[in-house]
């Protein structure tokens, strides 16, 4: 039985709020499936939904994650160094972007093709663990996929505004609890992360296209 790896390159943004409401964004500009936004969302009483804007990036990624509610619906994101505006039925999201975290120049300081590959994911994963609570860069999802999560970057989100489901959701506040959608979280601080994620599957005669993230 062969292993299939797919690829996604782009950025990801965890937020929480005063609302209790955590929100991961991934914005993807090069993956298997073409490029495309999802948003996992995990509300105060711990609802999982997941976000997405075809049923094809739906169906790879709840085939990685886990939730409870699924959403396929119009999905759009613009994103600059500075800003993120992400829009769609059940959200608005708009979060500013601040400087480069200390971490972020650790990770811009090793070259990209070693920083984004599953070997160095593997090297600093026991790293980010003490480093980052409730972050891993390595481990297995559903259906026994292995993630490998490279980053190359990590910037401070500095505020966020938005509404999910008609209700506000408040001041920017930490990811506190973790979000409980696979074997990691993002990290702790509000966050945009750079990453190169790597998912290996072991192949069934399965299409790509048929199934995902990040992500």
């Not at 409870?68 to 505006?85: G, H, I, M, Q, Y």
């Not at 696979?182 to 290996?200: C, D, I, K, L, Y």
């Amino acid at each position: 039985m062969t292993a299939r790896r797919d690829r996604f390159h782009g950025r990801i943004a965890g937020v929480g709020s005063t609302s209790g409401v955590r929100l991961v964004v991934g914005h993807w500009h090069a993956t298997p499936l073409g490029p495309f936004t999802d948003v996992m969302i995990e509300t105060a009483s711990g609802h999982r939904v997941l976000l997405a804007p075809r049923d094809d990036v739906a169906a790879y990624v709840t085939a990685t994650y886990s939730f409870d509610e699924v959403r396929v619906e119009p999905l759009s994101c613009s994103d600059t160094d500075a800003r993120w505006s992400v829009r769609s039925a059940s959200l608005s999201l708009d979060l500013t972007v601040g400087g480069r975290m200390p971490l972020g120049w650790l990770l811009r300081a090793v070259p990209p093709a070693l920083g984004a590959s599953p070997t160095w994911a593997r090297v600093v994963d026991p790293v980010a663990r003490v480093v980052l609570p409730g972050v891993r860069t390595v481990g297995t999802a559903l259906e026994g996929r292995r993630e490998f999560y490279g980053a190359t970057d990590l910037r401070r989100i500095t505020a966020s505004t938005g509404r999910f489901d008609g209700q506000e959701l408040g001041a920017l506040s930490d990811i506190d609890p973790p979000c409980r959608f696979g074997f990691s979280s993002t990290p702790r601080t509000p966050s945009v992360t750079t990453v190169v994620t790597t998912v290996v599957t072991r192949a069934r005669g399965v299409d790509t296209a048929g199934g995902r993230h990040t992500p």
